[in-house]
């Protein structure tokens, strides 16, 4: 009898603080631009993102570190991380930007894929991970469409 109210007990107390997360409603993080860096220069140029984060929580969120990645056609060709983010306020949004470097030896491989076979539309994803710290959940998104390469035929 105690070893069942003592699981009841546990297993009441772990519901009970899931609920107390400061964070009940989980922040959106949305991608608002996509260019050149003005400072990307040389052989490997660097792209920059823009990305929105809004908090819909009574309390503020701190961002520690993030990590991203840009896909075409499923392969890598550009990624990155970056610790220098702001504190999104309580009820509010931060905007920044992020830069990204590309990689060489996806974007080959893409090279080689795009000349293997001709298509009118490239597949992309956008994925991101926020750290916002101590025992919090990761934030996770991912932004996927189509580049539409040549004009559609009607």
Request: proline share 8%.
């Given at each position: 009898?105690?070893?069942i109210f003592?699981l009841?007990?546990?297993?009441?107390?772990?519901?009970?603080c899931?609920?107390?997360?400061?964070y009940p409603?989980?922040?959106t993080?949305s991608?608002?631009?996509?260019?050149l860096?003005?400072?990307?220069?040389?052989?490997?140029?660097?792209?920059?993102?823009?990305?929105?984060?809004?908090?819909p929580?009574?309390r503020?969120?701190?961002?520690?570190?993030?990590?991203?990645?840009?896909?075409?056609?499923?392969?890598?060709?550009?990624?990155?991380a970056?610790?220098?983010?702001?504190?999104v306020p309580?009820?509010?949004?931060?905007?920044?930007s992020?830069?990204?470097s590309?990689d060489?030896?996806g974007?080959?491989r893409?090279?080689?894929?795009l000349?293997?076979?001709?298509?009118?539309?490239?597949s992309?994803?956008?994925?991101?991970?926020?750290d916002v710290?101590?025992?919090?959940p990761?934030?996770?998104v991912?932004?996927?469409?189509a580049?539409?390469?040549?004009?559609?035929?009607?």
């Amino acid at each position: 009898m105690r070893a069942i109210f003592g699981l009841f007990l546990i297993m009441l107390l772990t519901a009970g603080c899931a609920t107390l997360s400061p964070y009940p409603e989980r922040p959106t993080v949305s991608v608002t631009s996509f260019a050149l860096a003005p400072e990307s220069t040389g052989l490997a140029p660097r792209f920059r993102v823009g990305l929105n984060v809004v908090n819909p929580n009574r309390r503020e969120l701190p961002l520690v570190g993030m990590s991203y990645a840009v896909e075409l056609e499923g392969i890598r060709i550009l990624s990155g991380a970056t610790s220098d983010l702001p504190t999104v306020p309580a009820y509010g949004s931060a905007a920044f930007s992020v830069d990204l470097s590309p990689d060489l030896l996806g974007s080959a491989r893409l090279a080689t894929d795009l000349m293997a076979r001709q298509r009118d539309r490239l597949s992309y994803s956008f994925s991101a991970r926020l750290d916002v710290g101590g025992w919090l959940p990761d934030i996770r998104v991912e932004e996927a469409g189509a580049l539409q390469l040549a004009p559609e035929r009607r």
